[in-house]
């Protein structure tokens, strides 16, 4: 069965820290990892994408690391925000043909001042 | 967003009845995809479509049923809804007329759906 396990389920830092997010899969055959994040009541918004060749990826403050061997990815956030408070969510797909992923239940970050 | 709307934005409704969400987009996407988001779950796949009248079922396709007529709309249909389809809705798209491997996809707003 496809899973994707993201820990841990909930975070909290203070303003200016680094943190790191994990993300381990079982999907087969993999496809591409996304990472996305979605704010209270919104829709997630993706912030990076990673194919099976590529080991790490960034978006401005956010850098996604992949091992297809181990099957982990990771996001790490540099000098966090209040505005990084949310749901970050692992995403892996299967499905070359753009059908179907499997989803994290997401990590819930909160940046406190 | 990728001028992604969703209609109605909130419902409330009755066990028993039919409820139909719409998904709309601007920007003659090919793929359209359904997903229910409940806590625990994480999101997932309901339905999808590849192009007009070409359809496919997600992992939870039970009790739900979808058309598209038009490259715009994207319909799903909760054909006798029941409580355990009390869900936010969430339509995805991907931008571009053939999606590839590295596609990311692109969420609509949601419609939170309640039945009573």
């Known amino acids: 069965k496809n899973q994707v396990e993201q820990s841990p389920q909930s975070l909290i830092i203070l303003e200016g820290k680094n943190c790191t997010l994990q993300?381990?899969?079982?999907?087969?055959?993999?496809?591409?990892l996304r990472w996305y994040k979605q704010d209270t009541g919104r829709g997630p918004v993706s912030l990076t994408i990673?194919?099976?060749?590529?080991n790490t990826k960034s978006n401005g403050r956010y850098t996604a690391t992949l091992d297809a061997d181990t099957k982990q990815s990771s996001l790490h956030i540099t000098a966090s925000q209040l505005s990084d408070s949310a749901s970050y969510i692992c995403?892996?797909?299967?499905?070359?043909?753009?059908?179907?992923?499997?989803f994290g239940d997401g990590t819930t970050l909160t940046v406190k001042p | 967003d990728a001028g992604i709307t969703q209609s109605p934005r909130h419902k409330v409704t009755e066990t028993g009845t039919p409820v139909t969400l719409r998904c709309h987009q601007t920007?003659?996407?090919?793929?359209m995809y359904w997903y229910r988001q409940d806590p625990g779950h994480g999101l997932r796949l309901i339905h999808y479509s590849y192009g007009v009248k070409d359809t496919d079922k997600g992992e939870v396709s039970d009790g739900y049923s979808v058309s598209r007529s038009k490259t715009e709309d994207f319909l799903l249909t909760l054909e006798s809804a029941t409580s355990s389809q009390t869900s936010v809705y969430f339509c995805?798209?991907?931008?571009?007329?053939?999606?590839?491997?590295?596609?990311?996809?692109?969420f609509g707003p949601g419609t939170r759906l309640t039945v009573l």
């Open positions: 990673m194919t099976f060749s590529e």
């Open positions: 920007e003659n996407h090919r793929y």
């Open positions: 993300c381990n899969y079982t999907v087969s055959p993999f496809s591409n």
């Open positions: 995805a798209t991907i931008p571009g007329e053939r999606a590839t491997y590295t596609d990311t996809q692109y």
């Open positions: 995403v892996v797909s299967y499905n070359t043909n753009a059908g179907k992923s499997t």
